[in-house]
């Protein structure tokens, strides 16, 4: 049995595909465009899945697309109509797009799918899963639980923007959910907006932000914007916001309330900034902990699974995970609308066939979410000779070793192996290293390898079995989805002067034995390494180990700002030419910045749009 999952037409469009309910291969149709964020239907994420299945899409079973369009268009006609006059304008813009496009959307999906199926056959094979039910399938059925409570959270799918399900075997019930316009995911886009970043794009800069400031308007927000309840309900008062109706996410009330108009995006981040930032992200992590608290009590299951883009937000995981009102959390790392492809597939399968789901409460269906394209040596080699690189090919532990030895030098090194990644992290298959200990590389990666702001941290691998020498987190976070803090006795004394820093000021502190990864407020999103799901990345931290006594490297995704992660290997060779890195591994191939021919480095920084 294959099912094809796809996610399309909002952001981040994807194509997933499972053969008898085992995860054959998962993208995003941005590695492949080279667009971030990349809408468009995801052809090319569809014919690597059918490629690496070895099929057509005669021989998949069925497909089934992440949500309900007209579900989608329900809720924009009645959020219209109960709205007006307001957002005339707003609905003047969207209503020719919906009746064009949109509302036959099913039609358009066949027509796309067509080429793809030599038959022709293909409306009788599509099925609609609703969009959070595809986010709580993505959370439950690839987890090791046999029995979970399931919490859902983004900014909205058709009508429902939080959901709880109870996961039992193939079995997943919706217990409760929460509806448009009350939105926790759209309370923090409307900060991310209002602080000058992009939507469903900049909001893990907010995050980033906000250990540089204080929580000085969270009493403001809750005063104001949201009424939450004891179990975590809430509501918004939509008095303040502009997404429901409008063409931005907040309006001149909200501007009012917090003394100002938003930050423009190529003005300087102020302390405003920085607190604001700090007063979504404790509301957003009191929200989630009060929600926690509340279904560990109603349901009395050890388990919770986590998915949406709320889910993203690392912080307020770690806090949930600390907090201990579930013994054991496992998050999607795909965890955003990419993610609705796979949990569509998996909603057809055990929910749709009813096929039977075996769960060993140990090892997760995600193979490290090594699920992108791979390349063997042999093309590698082409592909780099067509480009015009010069390399070195090397066994394997000579290349551990050699690139262990440039990392310890000081390198930025580019590190291309294996499968690509599905989800918004690099988790060493597509990756930019560095060596934490060198108090130089959080700002020579943002500045000179990845032309971005320079507030924005970086997060650390570890050897899995060496995680609690470093930081205090006792448990696996293989996807980069959890953050803690470093153990104090890594931590540096501050002097009296340090301790009265303000806002970005604080960044220029060394406040560990591992600076590059240990973020203003001694916290660092953890990455744990496993030699079961990827040997190879496990085999360069233990030669950087062996040579420096050190279990942890710099592990930050393969690109520029607003660059897609690299996916072939002429990407990163392209990537590699463009900045100030000075090494580049890519399968066995190790390159040297001096040993490349000049002519082929470019001004990399300007050629994707600001994210």
Same mark, same amino acid.
């Given at each position: 049995?294959?099912?094809?999952?796809?996610?399309?037409?909002?952001?981040?469009?994807?194509?997933?595909?499972?053969?008898?309910?085992? $995860?054959?291969?998962?993208?995003?149709?941005?590695?492949?465009?080279?667009?971030?964020?990349?809408?468009?239907?995801?052809?090319?994420?569809?014919?690597?899945?059918?490629?690496?299945?070895?099929?057509?899409?005669?021989?998949?079973?069925? &497909?089934?697309?992440?949500?309900?369009?007209?579900?989608?268009?329900?809720?924009? $006609?009645?959020? !219209?109509?109960?709205?007006?006059?307001?957002?005339?304008?707003?609905?003047?813009?969207?209503?020719?797009?919906?009746?064009?496009?949109? =509302?036959?959307?099913?039609?358009?999906? &066949?027509?796309?799918?067509?080429?793809?199926?030599?038959?022709?056959?293909?409306?009788?094979?599509? =099925?609609?899963?609703?969009?959070?039910?595809?986010?709580?399938?993505?959370?439950?059925?690839?987890?090791?639980?046999?029995?979970?409570?399931?919490?859902?959270?983004?900014?909205?799918?058709?009508?429902?923007?939080?959901?709880?399900?109870?996961?039992?075997?193939?079995?997943?019930?919706?217990?409760?959910?929460?509806?448009?316009?009350?939105?926790?995911?759209?309370?923090?886009?409307?900060?991310?907006?209002?602080?000058?970043?992009?939507?469903?794009?900049?909001?893990?800069?907010?995050?980033?932000?906000?250990?540089?400031?204080?929580?000085?308007?969270?009493?403001?927000?809750?005063?104001?914007?949201?009424?939450?309840?004891?179990?975590?309900?809430?509501?918004?008062?939509?008095? !303040?916001?502009?997404?429901?109706?409008?063409?931005?996410?907040?309006?001149?009330?909200?501007?009012?309330?917090?003394?100002?108009?938003?930050?423009?995006?190529?003005?300087?981040?102020?302390?405003? +900034?920085?607190?604001?930032?700090?007063?979504?992200?404790?509301?957003?992590?009191?929200?989630?902990?009060?929600?926690?608290?509340?279904?560990?009590?109603?349901?009395?299951?050890?388990?919770?699974?986590?998915?949406?883009?709320?889910?993203?937000?690392?912080?307020? /995981?770690?806090?949930?995970?600390?907090?201990?009102?579930?013994?054991?959390?496992? &998050?999607?790392? #795909?965890?955003?609308?990419?993610?609705?492809?796979?949990?569509?597939?998996?909603?057809?399968?055990?929910?749709?066939?009813?096929?039977?789901? /075996?769960?060993?409460?140990?090892?997760?269906?995600?193979?490290?979410?090594? =699920?992108?394209?791979?390349?063997?040596?042999?093309? &590698?080699?082409?592909?780099?000779?067509?480009?015009?690189?010069?390399?070195?090919?090397?066994?394997?532990?000579?290349?551990?070793?050699?690139?262990?030895?440039?990392?310890?030098?000081?390198?930025?090194?580019?590190?291309?192996?294996?499968?690509? +990644?599905?989800?918004?992290?690099?988790?060493?298959?597509?990756?930019?290293?560095?060596?934490?200990?060198?108090?130089?590389?959080?700002?020579?990666?943002?500045?000179? $390898?990845?032309?971005?702001?320079?507030?924005?941290?970086?997060?650390?691998?570890?050897?899995?079995?060496?995680?609690?020498?470093?930081?205090?987190?006792?448990?696996?976070?293989?996807?980069?989805?959890?953050?803690?803090?470093?153990?104090?006795?890594?931590?540096?004394?501050?002097?009296?002067?340090?301790?009265?820093?303000?806002?970005?000021?604080?960044? /220029?502190?060394?406040?560990?034995?591992?600076?590059?990864?240990?973020?203003?407020?001694?916290?660092?999103?953890?990455?744990?390494?496993?030699?079961?799901?990827?040997?190879?990345?496990?085999?360069?931290?233990? #030669?950087?180990?062996?040579?420096?006594?050190?279990?942890?490297?710099? /592990?930050?995704?393969?690109?520029?700002?607003?660059?897609? $992660?690299?996916?072939?290997?002429?990407?990163?060779?392209?990537?590699?030419?463009?900045?100030?890195?000075?090494?580049?591994?890519?399968?066995?191939?190790?390159?040297?910045?001096?040993?490349?021919?000049?002519?082929?480095?470019?001004? !990399?920084?300007?050629?994707?749009?600001?994210?």
């Amino acid at each position: 049995m294959r099912i094809l999952g796809i996610s399309a037409f909002y952001h981040d469009s994807a194509a997933a595909i499972l053969q008898d309910g085992r $995860i054959i291969a998962a993208a995003q149709e941005e590695r492949f465009t080279r667009i971030k964020h990349d809408a468009h239907f995801p052809d090319n994420a569809i014919q690597y899945c059918l490629d690496e299945a070895g099929v057509s899409l005669d021989q998949v079973d069925h &497909i089934c697309f992440f949500e309900k369009p007209f579900l989608k268009f329900e809720r924009l $006609i009645e959020t !219209y109509l109960a709205r007006a006059p307001r957002g005339f304008a707003s609905f003047r813009m969207a209503m020719p797009l919906w009746i064009k496009e949109k =509302l036959f959307q099913k039609t358009n999906i &066949i027509q796309s799918l067509e080429p793809y199926a030599p038959s022709g056959e293909v409306e009788q094979k599509l =099925l609609f899963s609703e969009h959070h039910q595809s986010h709580a399938a993505s959370a439950f059925y690839p987890s090791p639980f046999e029995k979970a409570v399931v919490l859902t959270m983004d900014g909205v799918g058709e009508w429902t923007t939080a959901s709880v399900s109870i996961g039992s075997g193939n079995q997943l019930q919706v217990e409760r959910e929460i509806r448009w316009p009350h939105s926790l995911g759209l309370l923090y886009s409307a900060f991310t907006y209002y602080t000058g970043f992009k939507v469903n794009s900049g909001e893990y800069k907010v995050m980033g932000l906000a250990p540089y400031g204080e929580p000085k308007f969270a009493e403001l927000i809750m005063e104001h914007l949201i009424d939450v309840k004891p179990d975590g309900s809430f509501w918004l008062d939509q008095s !303040y916001f502009n997404y429901a109706t409008g063409l931005t996410m907040t309006n001149e009330r909200f501007d009012t309330l917090f003394g100002g108009p938003p930050r423009a995006p190529d003005e300087r981040i102020g302390q405003r +900034e920085m607190d604001l930032a700090a007063s979504v992200q404790q509301v957003t992590e009191e929200v989630m902990l009060r929600i926690a608290r509340n279904l560990a009590e109603s349901y009395q299951l050890p388990n919770l699974c986590l998915a949406g883009g709320v889910a993203l937000n690392c912080v307020a /995981n770690g806090k949930l995970l600390r907090d201990g009102s579930f013994e054991n959390i496992w &998050i999607q790392p #795909a965890a955003g609308d990419a993610g609705g492809a796979l949990g569509a597939a998996y909603a057809a399968h055990h929910l749709h066939l009813g096929a039977p789901r /075996n769960a060993d409460g140990d090892r997760d269906a995600m193979q490290g979410a090594y =699920l992108g394209p791979s390349f063997d040596q042999a093309d &590698i080699e082409a592909r780099l000779k067509r480009a015009g690189a010069t390399f070195d090919v090397l066994a394997d532990d000579a290349l551990f070793e050699r690139a262990a030895r440039a990392l310890e030098a000081g390198d930025a090194l580019g590190w291309h192996s294996g499968r690509m +990644e599905f989800g918004p992290r690099a988790l060493g298959g597509r990756s930019i290293l560095g060596d934490p200990r060198n108090a130089e590389m959080q700002k020579t990666l943002n500045l000179k $390898i990845k032309y971005r702001e320079s507030f924005r941290p970086f997060a650390p691998s570890v050897i899995a079995e060496d995680v609690s020498d470093y930081f205090e987190l006792y448990s696996a976070s293989p996807y980069m989805l959890l953050v803690a803090d470093i153990q104090p006795k890594r931590r540096l004394k501050m002097s009296a002067a340090d301790k009265a820093l303000f806002g970005i000021d604080k960044l /220029n502190v060394t406040r560990s034995d591992l600076p590059a990864v240990t973020h203003v407020d001694y916290s660092a999103r953890v990455q744990t390494v496993h030699n079961e799901t990827n040997p190879r990345y496990y085999a360069l931290l233990q #030669a950087f180990k062996r040579l420096t006594g050190c279990s942890v490297l710099v /592990n930050t995704s393969f690109n520029v700002r607003g660059e897609p $992660i690299v996916c072939t290997p002429e990407d990163a060779f392209h990537c590699f030419m463009g900045t100030e890195m000075e090494s580049l591994v890519v399968g066995n191939c190790f390159l040297s910045k001096a040993d490349q021919d000049p002519a082929l480095a470019s001004d !990399y920084k300007d050629r994707f749009e600001l994210d």
